[in-house]
């Protein structure tokens, strides 16, 4: 069965989607730790990041560093974490997110949008996407 991410990816499932390009997408986390919690998962359904191939986890990495350059301008915060746990989601995903104190990058505390801030969050960051 397709995961969520996939449902997402094509488009199944609705998200607030950040960038894409041939081979990952990024999109607003749903249920984010601070504003701007970005997950970036490559579009092939790989459960756990180390049973990518080494080429396809440097791919992910590049696009994940493209997405936090974004990131670092259109969010103020002190800088960007990056996370993978894949607890929740067998999918493989890169979660960045902007920090402020180190909480921020715990998945305990959880910001809540409104719909409006989701999409105007995705459209600052993509606007800055390279
Ligand atoms: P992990 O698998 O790394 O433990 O966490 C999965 C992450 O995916 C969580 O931060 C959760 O909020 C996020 N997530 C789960 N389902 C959805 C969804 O349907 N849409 C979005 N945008 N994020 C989701």
Known sequence: MASIFTKIIQGEIPSYKVAEDEKHFAFLDINPNAKGHTLVVPKKEENKIFDLSEEEYSDLMSFSYRVAKALEKAITCKRIGMSVV???????????VPLNAMEDIQFTKKEKLTNE?????????SKHFE
Do not use: Y
């Not at 894949?86 to 960045?96: A, I, K, S, T």
């Not at 999409?119 to 600052?124: G, K, P, R, V, Y």
């Open 86 to 96: 894949g607890l929740e989601v067998p999918h493989v995903h890169v979660h960045l």
């Open 117 to 125: 801030e989701f999409i105007s969050l995705a459209e600052e960051i």
